[in-house]
Every structure is written in structure tokens, then in C-alpha cells.
């Protein structure tokens, strides 16, 4: 490695040296300290910034017996608490998420138009008559995807359990796996 | 004692306390003209020189010069109403009401931060057709166009945080489709492009970040609430100085060619 020269400049007459002085070492590992508290100072943050417990509502809970719904309904029943309807069709039941696929609004469902309808851009989703199979499939407006459907099975006490935290997507031919539907006759 | 022919204006302009606030002496000369600006620290602001073609409103549309002053009527507007706004989920609707329905002046307040943030919105987009126009972006304020845009971000950024705080059916529900949004960030969104790199999730993604969870709720007002009144005002308020001061350097407002 080419020294330096005597003033402390390099042969090329640059400032910088080649050799490290000792003022450089200890002025690298300040700026070193300091830039990495800044560097985990703001991972910390960004940590912080994603708090450990949401406050939200639980995402399994009990619907009651299957018989207190209306056969071949769509009911509204937790639409307000848990932003779900859950459809009673002749064999089974089917939970179809009330979150629209486009940009997250609740549609509503449309009894006389059979049909779930987005408010804010108007998304359409086909209605109880299309049956368990493609119920909730986007046929106007922005949505992309079919409504989401949710885990369903029986509790011990016989009522109806939801767990929304398990989804399951008619895009991904998910509908007939094992608690997409509640075979209920 | 005051001597016999002093005014009590030349007493008071004679005492410690006055010369200690203001440096200069007060007869109208050239010096003390220069000093009356240069030792004040709001004055001393103002460019030692205005081209004429500055003050021409057919050239600058004064956009930029609306723009601050409209900041600074949101600053004053937004201060006042924080003193009866709080931002949770259980008062902040019901506080927006109060204000707009019996704290006294608290409507012209509400309304005045609101309309002044659509007008604050519509100016900067005009100065920056402006600018465009005119050809004001090109070298040496290339730069300063750069401040200019991500003035404009905060601008937008300040309104969408605004949007959520009256927490009515429109804000939730327009705050619910702009964060929705997020989902679709490159890298950070969870149903973005390459989000399988970061292994990023609904949980932890850009969307999660801003509303503080799944859902847009209490935890997500707050935190705009945060964001809107402090973080991107300060920043916005950095960025301005570095506009205003860049704008000065390099060689003040363009001129007509």
C-alpha cells in the first residue's frame, strides 16, 4: 500500500489519506455510533409504530343454532358486530365476508335484487339464487374477486362457530374444503 | 427624573429596556432605514431586493405566496380547534359537532380549516401549473422543483389525514378505501408487487402502519390525528423553508423571458 506523504496528503495530492490516521479511525467509529443509534433508533420506532394487541373484535365467536336461521336466506343478523351474513342454503351454510374486494367498504345485500351491492364504487356481487358454489361473485363494478367466506363448524354446545381469521377464496376454488361450508341439511 | 423638555416617548425610547430591544437610533437615515430591517428577526426575512417582473400577478398568479398564507391560516385555524377536538373514538364526532354547533365562533373556526384546506390543496396544484408553465422548474431551480413536489405530497398528506378526524361515515369509509390502497405497495403491501420478499403480512405491512391494525378504527384516528397535527406540519414546515430560502439563491421568482 502506497504511503502517505509527509503532510499527511496522499501521492496524488488528494486530502483524503490511504492509510487510515488514527483521527480518521476514531472519527469513523463516532459517525459509526452515531449513525447506527440512529439506524436502530428508527427500527425501534418503526417496531413501536405496530402496537402487540389490537383492539378489535374477536375473530371466532358462536351464531346460535343452525334452525334459529330462515331457511334459504342470506340473514343480517351480525352484519352490525362482526360484518358477515351468513346464507342458510337447502344443504349447508356459508359465511360470505361483508369486506367489498375492491377497497374495503361493506356492500349490502339486496334481497329484492339478489344481489350485494358496494355503496362506494358500486361493486355487484351475485345473490342467494346463484346458489352455495358462486354465491358472492363479482359481476359489476371494480371489484376484482369474489367476497371472502369464512371458517365455519359446530361448537360443542351445537351452535354455529365462526372464525374469521380463516379465509377461504372462490378464486382459489377454496369453496369446498373442509369449513368453507357447514353442511347443515 | 425626567428632564424638562423630554416627551415621555423620548423617555421611554431612552431607557435601558427599549435599547435593549431595538439597536438602532430612530431619525430617518439610510443606516437606520437598513437597520430597521436587518435587526429585526421577522423583517430581516424579506429579500434586500424585488425584481419588478416578481410582483407581476399575470406571471406568478401569487399561487405560492396563497399557498403559505393559507398554511398559515390552517395553523392558526387547526391550534384553535385542538383545543376542543379530542381524538378518540368516543369524542371526536361528537366533539366536531360541539364546535360546529355551540362553542362560540367554533363554526367560522371548523370552516375556515376546512375550506382553507380545499383552497390550500387547489393553490399548490395552480402554482405548480404555474411554474410548469412558465418554465420555472429548469436549471439552476431544478431543485427546488424537487421541494415543490414533496410539499405537494405533504399537502395531499395533510388532507387525507385531516379527512379522518371529523370520524363521520364519509371519513371512516373514505379513509378505509385510501389505506386500502397501501395493500397494493410494492415491497411493503401485503398484496403488492415482490411482498413475498419482505414477507410482509396484513398484520405488518404499509397498511397495518397506518391504521395502527386490520381495520380502520380508534387507533388509526390517533394516529392521524398525531400525523396531522404534528409530524407532517413539521416537516412541511422544513421543506418550506428550504423552498423559500432556494427559491432566494437561485436568483429569486423567474422572470418573463
Redesign the interface.
Known amino acids: 500500500m502506497p504511503a502517505n506523504k509527509e503532510d499527511g496528503t496522499n501521492p496524488e495530492g488528494h486530502i483524503w489519506r490511504i492509510a487510515p490516521s488514527r483521527r480518521d479511525f476514531v472519527g469513523f467509529l463516532g459517525w459509526g455510533a452515531v449513525l447506527t443509534s440512529i439506524g436502530v433508533g428508527t427500527l425501534a420506532w418503526?417496531r413501536l409504530?405496530?402496537?402487540r394487541v389490537?383492539?378489535?373484535p374477536p375473530s371466532q365467536f358462536k351464531l346460535g343454532r343452525p334452525q334459529e336461521y330462515a331457511p334459504r336466506s342470506v340473514s343480517d343478523k351480525w352484519i352490525r358486530a362482526y360484518r358477515f351474513w351468513l346464507a342458510r342454503f337447502d344443504d349447508r351454510f356459508v359465511a360470505v365476508s361483508a369486506l367489498c374486494t375492491h377497497?374495503?367498504?361493506t356492500p349490502r345485500y339486496l334481497n329484492t335484487e339478489d344481489k350485494f351491492k358496494c355503496p362506494?364504487h358500486g361493486s355487484g356481487f351475485r345473490g342467494f339464487s346463484s346458489g352455495w358454489k358462486v354465491i358472492a361473485t363479482n359481476f359489476e363494478g371494480p371489484a376484482p374477486r369474489p367476497l371472502e367466506r369464512f371458517k365455519l363448524t359446530i361448537a360443542d354446545d351445537g351452535q354455529i362457530l365462526v372464525d374469521k381469521g380463516i379465509v377461504f377464496r372462490l378464486d382459489k376454488d377454496e369453496t369446498e374444503k373442509p369449513g368453507a361450508f357447514l353442511p347443515y341439511a | 427624573m425626567a428632564e424638562p423638555n423630554k416627551g415621555w416617548f423620548d423617555i421611554v425610547k431612552s431607557s435601558y429596556v427599549w435599547k435593549s430591544m431595538f439597536r438602532h437610533e430612530y431619525q430617518d437615515t439610510y443606516r437606520n432605514r437598513v437597520l430597521q430591517v436587518s435587526s429585526n428577526v421577522f423583517l430581516h426575512l424579506h429579500p434586500t431586493k424585488i425584481r419588478r417582473h416578481a410582483l407581476r400577478l399575470r406571471f406568478t398568479w401569487c399561487m405560492g405566496g396563497i399557498t403559505f398564507l393559507l398554511f398559515l391560516i390552517l395553523t392558526v385555524t387547526g391550534v384553535i380547534l385542538m383545543f376542543y377536538y379530542r381524538p378518540t373514538g368516543e369524542y371526536a364526532y361528537h366533539d366536531m359537532k360541539y364546535l360546529q354547533f355551540d362553542v362560540p365562533f367554533g363554526m367560522i373556526m371548523r370552516n375556515m380549516h376546512r375550506w382553507g384546506a380545499h383552497a390550500m390543496v387547489i393553490a399548490v396544484w395552480l402554482h405548480m401549473f404555474r411554474v410548469f408553465m412558465t418554465g420555472s422548474y429548469k436549471p439552476p431551480r431544478e431543485f427546488n422543483w424537487v421541494i415543490g413536489v414533496n410539499l405537494l405530497v405533504m399537502t395531499l398528506m395533510l388532507s387525507f389525514t385531516g379527512y379522518l378526524l371529523p370520524w363521520d361515515q364519509l371519513s371512516i369509509?373514505a379513509v378505509?378505501?385510501g389505506t386500502?390502497?397501501g395493500r397494493a405497495t410494492p415491497l411493503l403491501g401485503h398484496e403488492g408487487p415482490f411482498a413475498e420478499f419482505l414477507g410482509v403480512n396484513a398484520?405488518?405491512d404499509a397498511r397495518?402502519?397506518l391504521t395502527?391494525?386490520?381495520?380502520v378504527?380508534?387507533?388509526t384516528l390517533l394516529?392521524f390525528y398525531v400525523l396531522h397535527c404534528i409530524f407532517i406540519p413539521i416537516i412541511a414546515a422544513v421543506l418550506m423553508i428550504v423552498h423559500f430560502w432556494r427559491v432566494r439563491k437561485d436568483g429569486g421568482i423567474s422572470g418573463p423571458l
Open positions: 418503526v409504530m405496530y402496537p389490537l383492539f378489535e377497497l374495503g367498504c362506494c | 369509509w378505509t378505501v386500502n390502497m398484520r405488518y397495518a402502519l395502527a391494525g386490520r381495520l378504527g380508534a387507533a394516529r
